[in-house]
């Protein structure tokens, strides 16, 4: 590349590097419009607590103040939230700022990094940043190759696991993720786990945060996007050996988190009614959305635990997502999911009413 005359050699990582595609409007090429209703985003249904609004509009002076570099009122919150000691607790601008740093500090050149497919795109995308050697496991449910995954973490740095998993929905049960756990821990390789739905999961208790007291290969991924309905302030917060917190400590940007995000961070983390009115919520409207797309002819459903479902359709993705466009409706197009194709379309729950419109858009196609 040459800028003004002098050369510059980017590192074939870098030159490589993509930028993923995700769900909501600036992906779409479109400018945020309230008239749309988007189930291409998998944040809470409800949106972000109440008591937000009113924390927002108290501390509108920290736009002036540069904000605390550590988050470290945060961590303590948090700290109370997850029973995990603030020393083993990082905070990050969304969780995938956590993802670029955890694979800045930890992937290197030809470190092997294992990540079952389909799933969230940026564990691919940091780790081929990091010039990390990919091997990708394909299974639409990992509960049941288990036994052949295992068989796959011989030289393997680290493996990515999503539970439940992005896009499919599917949840990895306490005993299967244990499994896994174990063998990365005989062979020496982190296990790097995105826990960003999880609290979304109606009835369930299939976390491993209890577990990094016994693990300290074990890292933990979190998000208050999607669980407080917060994606516009965009935080998330990890989870690990101390010493690996250590260290992301040390090299994330100053100032990564800004004040007002930590302030609402906070508050939403004292609103816990708001997350189990949330819960049922998901667990009334999953149903409902997973039984009346069935029914409608071309369209397949996955079973998903989450708040998000995964659906093939005999028609191709994109124009499934252009015909819901000109309705305002948004969804989203699966197709760059590595180990997906343009027949599979994801939808968020959201309210009754709107996956009520949702139902008889797709019944129009």
């Not at 969804?331 to 008889?360: M, P, Q, W, Y």
Request: proline share 3%.
């Amino acid at each position: 590349m040459v800028f003004h005359g002098v050369k510059f050699v980017l590192e074939r990582n870098v030159s490589n590097h993509f930028l993923v595609q995700h769900g909501g409007f600036y992906s779409t090429g479109l400018q945020y419009d309230s008239r749309f209703i988007d189930f291409s985003s998998n944040v809470n249904p409800l949106g972000f607590p109440p008591s937000v609004t009113k924390i927002i509009q108290k501390n509108r002076s920290l736009l002036s103040v540069y904000p605390d570099p550590d988050s470290s009122k945060l961590r303590d919150d948090l700290q109370k939230y997850t029973g995990i000691q603030k020393s083993q607790i990082t905070v990050g601008n969304g969780a995938t700022e956590i993802i670029y740093n955890f694979c800045k500090v930890f992937l290197h050149k030809n470190s092997n990094v294992l990540i079952p497919i389909p799933t969230f795109s940026e564990y691919e995308a940091a780790s081929r940043l990091s010039d990390a050697r990919i091997s990708f496991f394909k299974t639409m449910n990992l509960n049941k190759n288990i036994l052949d995954l295992q068989d796959f973490i011989t030289k393997t740095k680290c493996i990515f696991v999503c539970n439940p998993n992005n896009p499919t929905g599917v949840l990895i049960s306490k005993k299967n993720l244990l499994k896994i756990l174990e063998s990365a821990y005989n062979k020496s390789a982190f296990m790097f786990l995105d826990e960003c739905f999880i609290e979304l999961v109606p009835n369930s208790n299939e976390s491993l945060v209890h577990y990094l007291k016994e693990f300290d290969n074990l890292f933990i991924l979190r998000s208050l996007t999607k669980s407080f309905g917060l994606a516009g302030l965009r935080i998330g917060y990890g989870l690990g050996n101390k010493k690996v917190i250590d260290v992301l400590q040390r090299i994330k940007i100053p100032w990564n988190v800004n004040g007002l995000a930590q302030r609402t961070a906070s508050d939403a983390l004292s609103n816990m009614s708001h997350l189990t009115k949330t819960r049922k919520l998901i667990k009334k409207e999953l149903g409902f959305l997973q039984d009346s797309i069935s029914k409608i002819n071309g369209f397949t459903c996955y079973d998903s635990s989450t708040n998000f479902i995964l659906i093939k359709s005999k028609m191709n993705s994109k124009k499934i997502q252009e015909k819901l466009i000109e309705k305002k409706i948004l969804i989203r197009d699966c197709s760059n999911f590595r180990g997906l194709g343009n027949k599979f379309i994801r939808v968020a729950v959201r309210t009754h009413k709107e996956n009520v419109k949702l139902v008889r858009a797709l019944e129009d196609i």
